[in-house]
């Protein structure tokens, strides 16, 4: 079967939609494939068997396929984003959500000891010059 042509935008929300179905598919076969919790901070609780994990994977790498397939069918338009891009916005949206997260900023939560309010601050500042290294 050849490629074919959509429409402009029926191309660019299939697109979308295709590009979406891979994403969702990559997490699912992490979540899957995670043998132990490599974190504290998300607890993963495995719920199923290898026999039921061996299955959906391999119903996920069916879906993979169909969703390449019908990439390439309908002559869908790849994403393109430098890793420079990527980088500088994940740095971005860490700093915003870590600055949001200071004792002074939590003000509407109530009210926090002064010694609480400065250890908080201390582990966040310290996360932040970290991050203010990646740039």
Known sequence: MGTI???????R?????????EKELNE???VLSQKKNDSNIKKIIHSFSDEERNYLLGK???????????F??????????????????KITYLWTVLVDSK???????GDLPENLAS?????????????????
């Open 28 to 30: 699912l076969e992490i």
């Open 5 to 11: 042509e959509l429409p402009p935008n029926h191309k």
């Open 119 to 135: 250890v908080l601050d201390n582990h966040i500042n310290n996360s932040l010059e970290i991050i203010s290294k990646l740039n």
């Open 72 to 89: 390439e069918a309908l002559n869908l338009d790849s994403a393109e984003i430098t890793e420079a891009q990527i980088v500088k916005g």
């Open 103 to 109: 004792a002074k900023a939590l003000r509407g939560y």
């Open 60 to 70: 996920i790498g069916e879906l993979r396929k169909l969703n390449n397939i019908m």
């Open 13 to 21: 929300v299939i697109s979308v939609t295709a590009r979406t179905v």
